[in-house]
């Protein structure tokens, strides 16, 4: 998996920031107070630290980090066996819900049945997770898998 860009907006103190991530080395440099330490704060929010309220720039309704990875076919397949093999062994139901900006498809798969690998995804970039985990979340199942095209 490569990191592509962080989008940042509304974190902290910061408005609206992106940073593309080159091949090779990426460098963060500035001023004390110029933040670097917020833009790590970001990163570390996407990539699933708990972060209180007060991470909202002052203002503003929510803060919004988004996080494009380029991942590539063998992970996927990896991931679908993976989720596939946790099914099985906890006889779990699965509901997959696929989108980018929205929900694009909700597919649920009875205990032991989910056939994740041979599912295509694609989308249209302008990756946002809320819709896709309030659709999530209306279904109450044993297990939810939220995937999106990871373009935006």
């Given at each position: 998996m490569k990191l592509q860009r962080l989008v940042i907006e509304d974190f902290g103190l910061i408005a609206r920031a992106e940073l593309d991530f080159a091949g090779g080395l990426t460098a963060c440099t500035g001023e004390t107070g110029s933040?670097?330490?917020?833009?790590?704060?970001?990163?570390?929010?996407?990539?699933?630290?708990?972060?209180?309220?007060?991470?909202?720039?002052?203002?503003a309704a929510r803060a919004r980090v988004t996080l494009e990875v380029d991942a590539d076919a063998a992970l996927l397949e990896r991931f679908a066996r993976e989720i596939e093999a946790i099914t099985r062994r906890l006889e779990a139901a699965v509901v997959l819900v696929v989108g980018d900006d929205r929900v694009r498809r909700v597919t649920r798969f009875e205990p032991?049945?989910?056939k994740l690998g041979a599912l295509e995804f694609s989308g249209g970039g302008g990756t946002d997770f809320t819709p896709l985990l309030e659709e999530a979340e209306r279904h109450h199942p044993d297990l939810v898998v939220v995937l999106t095209d990871l373009d935006g």
């Open positions: 933040g670097k330490t917020m833009l790590l704060g970001a990163l570390a929010f996407v990539l699933g630290e708990r972060a209180s309220a007060d991470v909202v720039r002052g203002g032991g049945r989910a």
